[in-house]
T-cell receptor, first 113, second 112 residues
Framework: NAGVTQTPKFQVLKTGQSMTLQCAQDMNHNSMYWYRQDPGMGLRLIYYSASEGTTDKGEVPNGYNVSRLNKREFSLRLESAAPSQTSVYFC????????????FGPGTRLLVL | GEDVEQSLFLSVREGDSSVINCTYTDSSSTYLYWYKQEPGAGLQLLTYIFSNMDMKQDQRLTVLLNKKDKHLSLRIADTQTGDSAIYFCAEALSGGYNKLIFGAGTRLAVHP
């Protein structure tokens, strides 16, 4: 039982390049989330998916797109990377409804030059 | 708007108790959480408390909730060097999904 896995662990991009961050969970959770973490700040929600087939914007969605490929996988795409997107990206999953605990992946560290 | 505030740094001696404080603004919070982040790792859930409780104890961890003052604290008894990490407070808001609002995190340093 691996929990939440993310790939890649590290990535360096040039401004304008695109990339997709992958996330998968094996806990049969309905909801999945993408957050970014910046120094001195808490985590901020980028996008979430309450169930397979649905996605919605979070607090900071600009510059990102997501795909809920199936119940297990939720990817985050940067179409044209900008230096302001340099951050650590965390994927999380959780059961939905009532008290939900979110379980986090190990993170992807992204540097945009 | 919704906001969660924490002090940024706490230093304690090994064996002492640590108390990490958090304040939040939204009175509609349903659950409040404490997460721990070790260097280079993701967030690990430590404990949570439902908003109608005022205390929860789990081994060395004690969570106190003062709903009137919107104040949450995490006490770690007999703090060890392995407790050195960043601790995040988060509130869950009711709504269409489990929206979590995180504080900026408190870095706990444990010294001999």
């Amino acid at each position: 039982n691996a929990g939440v896995t993310q790939t890649p662990k590290f990535q360096v991009l040039k401004t304008g390049q695109s990339m997709t961050l992958q996330c998968a969970q094996d806990m049969n959770h309905n909801s999945m989330y993408w957050y970014r973490q910046d120094p001195g700040m808490g985590l901020r929600l980028i996008y979430y998916s309450a169930s397979e087939g649905t996605t919605d914007k979070g607090e900071v969605p600009n510059g990102y797109n997501v795909s809920r490929l199936n119940k297990r996988e939720f990817s985050l795409r940067l179409e044209s990377a900008a230096p302001s997107q340099t951050s650590v990206y965390f994927c999380a999953s959780g059961t939905s409804g009532g008290q939900e605990t979110q379980y986090f992946g190990p993170g992807t560290r992204l540097l945009v030059l | 708007g919704e906001d969660v505030e924490q002090s940024l740094f706490l230093s304690v001696r090994e064996g002492d108790s640590s108390v990490i404080n958090c304040t939040y603004t939204d009175s509609s919070s349903t659950y409040l959480y404490w997460y721990k982040q070790e260097p280079g790792a993701g967030l690990q859930l430590l404990t949570y408390i439902f908003s109608n409780m005022d205390m929860k104890q789990d081994q060395r961890l004690t969570v106190l909730l003062n709903k009137k003052d919107k104040h949450l604290s995490l006490r770690i008894a007999d703090t060890q060097t392995g407790d050195s990490a960043i601790y995040f407070c988060a509130e869950a808001l009711s709504g269409g999904y489990n929206k979590l609002i995180f504080g900026a995190g408190t870095r706990l340093a444990v010294h001999p």
